[in-house]
């Protein structure tokens, strides 16, 4: 053993070469790589059809630009990212410091919490759906208790970005309680106590050690969350899709658009540009969100 250690010190160049060398490799092969392709294609006219793309230049980020299907689609991913983000968070930061309150039976919670992120999407989305039934829905059926009127959640346009919201939110929260209340063990107690001597309530020692102290936590589930719903495409997929055997609303989103436009009508050369403009807007987003959220490590 210790002779390894020896030679491992003397050639340590080799030594990381083959230890990390095939990881490196690996995500090269499967990340670095598809990406450059992509962006590539997405200057192309290439096609599933066409075996030897030509070259279009800007062509396919010009028609972007023209393309009300596109527009539509990524305003509804927006929308959806920002609603879920803002409210995933500040509900999963809310019922963190909640569980912090009563930890001897924090474990239990989260674990109920943390539920609905271990079950599948697509049989979780169908559940959903289910409930979402215009005629034998749960949802409708306690509207109906409180004499309200029901609705068609799926067929109605207006509605149905709000379905969608709702179950991505119930989907990914318990992932977030379980990120925040890490951040929140991590805290020294001793800091509160400090806090409590001098006279501080609650909301002040929130706002001035919590908050603080939890900004690289906060600025993890806020990169995790905008990556995650700016790509979502399944709940949205088959939560809009002939729901119970009726003509429903299709709510469009990117990754969809970038799906539909490559697999369905076999235009990968602009499926590519979409996802170019995809991968580029998330990218500032996550640059603007390290500018906002700026912490000291110590």
């Keep these: ?77 927006i929308i959806i990212t920002l609603a879920c983000v803002i409210i995933t968070l500040s509900f999963a930061l809310f019922f963190a410091v909640i569980l912090r309150r009563v930890e001897e039976y924090s474990s239990i919670y989260e674990m109920i919490y943390f539920i609905p992120v271990v079950t599948p999407w697509v049989p979780a989305t169908v559940i959903w759906r289910w409930l979402y039934d215009p005629m034998f829905g749960m949802i409708n059926q306690l509207l109906s208790l409180f004499r309200l009127p029901t609705q068609s959640w799926l067929q109605n346009p207006d509605q149905v970005i709000y379905a969608i919201i709702l179950v991505s939110i119930w989907k990914t929260l318990g992932y977030y309680i379980i990120i925040f209340s890490v951040g929140l063990r991590n805290i020294p107690e001793i800091y509160y106590d400090a806090a409590k001597i001098d006279g501080a309530n609650y909301p002040k020692q929130f706002r001035y050690i919590t908050l603080p102290l939890l900004k690289p936590i906060v600025l993890f589930g806020m990169i995790m969350a905008i990556i995650q719903f700016f790509n979502i495409f399944t709940v949205a997929y088959v939560i809009s899709s002939d729901a119970q055997g009726s003509p429903s609303y299709e709510c ?46 110590e």
């Design 252 to 297: 469009k989103v990117l990754v969809w658009e970038i799906y539909r436009n490559g697999f369905y009508f076999y235009k990968m050369g602009y499926a590519s540009a979409e996802a170019m403009v995809l991968l580029a807007f998330i990218l500032v987003v996550i640059l603007i969100q390290f500018k906002m959220v700026r912490y000291d490590v």
């Design 1 to 77: 053993m210790n002779r390894f250690i020896r030679y491992a010190k003397k050639n340590h160049l080799l030594f990381v070469l083959c230890t990390l060398g095939p990881v490196f490799a690996l995500f090269t092969f499967i990340r670095i790589i598809p990406i450059i392709r992509t962006a590539y294609y997405s200057f192309t006219n290439y096609s599933l059809v066409i075996p030897k793309p030509a070259l279009v230049g800007l062509a396919n980020y010009a028609k972007m630009l023209q393309d009300p299907s596109f527009k539509l689609a990524f305003t509804n991913t």
